[in-house]
Every structure is written in structure tokens, then in C-alpha cells.
């Protein structure tokens, strides 16, 4: 779609119009979705409208409301998501990490790049496999809410952007891993990260996620051919179509070393399974619009031949500092979507912030899986602690949820505690 780059360097903001005419509560009255920086969003503003007025929009109706929605926003003063609703349509301003290259980042010419994409529904099962058609409602907010170490979530992108354009070039394979413990978002990374290729890409495309341990067999010689049956599909898929994501969930199940026996099978068939995954990586790899993703928490069992395909690999950890507080506040956010937990004001979440990363700071070591499920928690907390009104009951406050996240972190560090005290007594 058309892109406006304003003047090169200085920051770049993705700006993506998602135009959604089924959707229930909206019905013709598409809505638009921009992600900036908010010391640039004036200049966004002006970038945005200008684009609005020259997009070829199916819908003359949107545009205006568009229009007049972003004449009304002022800046907002939090870095956290943000909807303003104008008359029926809604606008989401969605705030992220800026890529800033240049030291005098607020002073810096903005780029600004747009995307318009419809959202897609489809999606069908394979054996081993399940294709689902992109950008999908599932993944809106998996990028955003993804909250990685410094450089990972570019270097994800850059490695998008260079497999595009190594296209039938010997050197490229095609294959991305990422590896890290259990928990540290490998598996919604890549899908976030595909569902960002389909938007930036032409807005379009499919995620074919294997599960890899669905293709194994008990009967001889046929997990073999399932998994080559499933890359001869997915070769055939992108003969058709314009972006196809692979995900091998878990290669482990399947890649392992050729000299370790899978899931009790015969070392032979073992083997072959191997070959079969290694034949299929370099079946896929002339395919430049085929971007394979492997994810395991074994890395360092899988076969050599397999890790050496990989064209980079990349480890994700346990979230530190912020990004701590920043996956605790988005697993919140998604309470607030839900309507169970109303919407907080800027100087709310400011302070839920500094009172989170006071809990958080001594509990080290703890998986994004962890940190998401403590929203959880704290429901469990507010709901035991009852006294609560009717209102209250429906949606709670979004304070009285910051408060249970921090009770459930407590709760969680007495119990440690109490478990190593046990463990020293038993030891003793
Ligand atoms: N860094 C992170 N930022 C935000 N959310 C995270 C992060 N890491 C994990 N999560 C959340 O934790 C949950 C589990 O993540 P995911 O399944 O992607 O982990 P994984 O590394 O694939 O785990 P496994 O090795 O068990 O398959 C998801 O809801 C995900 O959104
Ligand atoms: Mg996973």
C-alpha cells in the first residue's frame, strides 16, 4: 500500500490503518490504528491526514470520521494504548518503543511508513499443521504486548526485511531460530513477527504453524513422510501466495540430534525424521517469500545439521527491569478489554507503574509467562479479599487490580521462601 517516507533518518513510526468493516460493535464504520512516538505525533497528525485524504478507502464515510478523530487528539501523555471514540468509529492510538538514529531523537525528521490492511478470519487444519490467514484479529496486539530485551523486536524485523531480499540466494536458508527457556515468548514472538511480515508486506499473507510432535508416528517410516508431505504442501502454497510464515513449534520434537532416539522410536526411523526436516528447510529455502521460524527451549540438542541452517539464532530471556512491569501492566491492559478491570487515567498508571516495579524488584528470574499469569493472580486476590460492592464485582478498579498483582507477588515469594526454609530443614 502506499507508504510516505517525509524525509529519511531520524525516526521511524509504522503507522497501520486497520480497516475492519465486519466487525460487530463498528459495522461500516472502519476504525484506524496508528502506533507512534508521542513527541512526534503532531507530525504525524499532518502525515496521517494527508494520507487518509488520498488513500484509496473503500469508505468515504471512514475517512471523515478519521479526519475529525485526529483533529481532536491531543497528545496523550501516557505510553500505554489509548482509544478515543468519535461518533461510532474508534481510532486506537497505540504507543511503542520508537527506532530512533539519531542522538536528538525528539528533534529528529519523522518517517513515517503506512500500512493499510483488512483483518482475516480463515483459517484451516492440515495434517500437523494449522494455516491461518493473515493479519488476523488474534494477533492484533501480540507485537505490542511482546516486551523483549533491547534490539531483539528490530532485529526480528531487520531479519524479515533481509530474507525478502535474498530471494533464491544460496547463502539465505530461510530459517530463523529463537531459543530460550520455557516462557519467554518464542512461540508468540514468531507469530507476532509473521503477522507483522503480512501487514508490511503488502497486507497479506499465511502462518503455517507446525506442531511438529503430530507428525510422528508409531508405525515405521511414516513420520518421515508426513513431515515431507508437509513441506511438498507448504512449497506448493508458495508457488501461490504472496507471504508464508512457517512456524516449527518446538522443532525439538522433531530435530533433535540424529544420534539421540526420539520419543522411544527406532534410532533408523529417527533419523530418516531428521533428514526428512532437513530436506524440507532446504526445499523452502529458494523461496524468498517463505520465512521459516523455529522455536525450542533445547537448542543445544538439536541437530547440528539443523542448527546450522538456521541464518540466525536468537535467544530470548526472561524479561528484565521495565520489561518486566511493561508485560505485568499489558497482561492488565487485556483485563481492561475484556471489561473486567475499567480504564485507568495517565497519572493512575504512572503510579501503578512505580508500585509494580518496587514489587517486581526483587523477584528476579521470572518468565513473561510468569509476569502475564500474575494479572490472573491478582484477580484471585481481589475476588478472595471480597467486600466488594456490585459495581465493583462487575468491573474492578483498575488500582484495586494493581494492588492484587502486587499481593499475589508477595504471596508467591513468602511461599519460595517457605519451600527453601523446608528444603534447608530437610537438608539439615
Ligand atoms: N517477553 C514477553 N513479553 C510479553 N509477554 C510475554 C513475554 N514472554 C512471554 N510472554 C507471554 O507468556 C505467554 C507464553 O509465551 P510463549 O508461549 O510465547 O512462550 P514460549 O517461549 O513459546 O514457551 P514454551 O517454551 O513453553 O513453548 C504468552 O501469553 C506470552 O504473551
Ligand atoms: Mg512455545
Known amino acids: 500500500m502506499d507508504a510516505i517516507d517525509d524525509e529519511a533518518g531520524g525516526i521511524t513510526a509504522h503507522v497501520q490503518l486497520r480497516l475492519l468493516p465486519s466487525h460487530p460493535k463498528l459495522r461500516n464504520e472502519p476504525s484506524l490504528k496508528v502506533d507512534v512516538h508521542s513527541a512526534q505525533f503532531a507530525a504525524l497528525r499532518a502525515t496521517v491526514e494527508r494520507f487518509v485524504r488520498s488513500a484509496p478507502l473503500q469508505s468515504r464515510a471512514f475517512a471523515d470520521s478519521a479526519l475529525s478523530i485526529l483533529r481532536q487528539i491531543e497528545l496523550p501523555a501516557t505510553m500505554h494504548p489509548c482509544v478515543f471514540r468519535v461518533e461510532g468509529a474508534h481510532l486506537v492510538v497505540d504507543h511503542h518503543t520508537h527506532r530512533a538514529s539519531s542522538p536528538n531523537a525528539a528533534a529528529a525528521p519523522l518517517r513515517v511508513r503506512l500500512h493499510a490492511y483488512h483483518l482475516r478470519s480463515g483459517m484451516e487444519r492440515m495434517h500437523g499443521a494449522t494455516v491461518t490467514q493473515l493479519p488476523t484479529a488474534q494477533l492484533e496486539a501480540a507485537w505490542h504486548c511482546l516486551h523483549l530485551r533491547d534490539g531483539v523486536k528490530s532485529r526480528l524485523l531487520s531479519y524479515m526485511l533481509v530474507r525478502r531480499k535474498l530471494n533464491n540466494s544460496a547463502a539465505c536458508s530461510g530459517l530463523l531460530l529463537l531459543h530460550g527457556p520455557p516462557g519467554s515468548g518464542k512461540t508468540t514472538a514468531a507469530r507476532a513477527l509473521a503477522q507483522q511480515g503480512a501487514i508490511r508486506n503488502g497486507g497479506r499473507g499465511v502462518l503455517v504453524h507446525v506442531h511438529p510432535e503430530l507428525l510422528l508416528s508409531k508405525f515405521f517410516a511414516e513420520s518421515a513422510q508426513n513431515v515431507g508431505a508437509l513441506f511438498e504442501r507448504i512449497a506448493s502454497m508458495a508457488t501461490r501466495r504472496r507471504n508464508v510464515f512457517v512456524l516449527l513449534d518446538e522443532v525439538e520434537s522433531v530435530g533433535l540430534a540424529r544420534c539421540s532416539s526420539m520419543n522411544g522410536a527406532e534410532p533408523g526411523d529417527a533419523i530418516r525424521v531428521v533428514n526428512a526436516l532437513l530436506q524440507g528447510v532446504d526445499k523452502l529455502a529458494p523461496f524468498g517469500n517463505v520465512m521459516m521460524m523455529a522455536t525450542s527451549n533445547l537448542a543445544f540438542g538439536l541437530e547440528q545439521a539443523l542448527l546450522d541452517r538456521a541464518d540466525v539464532s536468537i535467544l530470548l530471556a526472561a524479561p528484565q527491569g521495565n520489561a518486566r512491569v511493561a508485560v505485568v501492566l499489558s497482561a492488565i491492559e487485556e483485563l ?91 537438608e539439615g
Do not use: N, T, Y
Open 336 to 426: 481492561v478489554r475484556c471489561g473486567i478491570v475499567r480504564r485507568a487515567d495517565g497519572a493512575s498508571r504512572a503510579r501503578a507503574h512505580d508500585a509494580l516495579a518496587c514489587a517486581l524488584g526483587s523477584r528476579r528470574g521470572m518468565s513473561g509467562r510468569r509476569l502475564r499469569k500474575m494479572a490472573v493472580a491478582a484477580l484471585v486476590e481481589v475476588f478472595q479479599g471480597g467486600g466488594m460492592s456490585g459495581e465493583e464485582e462487575a468491573s474492578i478498579s483498575f488500582e484495586r487490580a494493581v494492588d492484587g498483582v502486587i499481593r499475589a507477588v508477595e504471596r508467591a515469594a513468602h511461599e519460595e521462601e517457605e519451600e527453601e526454609e523446608e528444603e534447608e530443614e530437610e
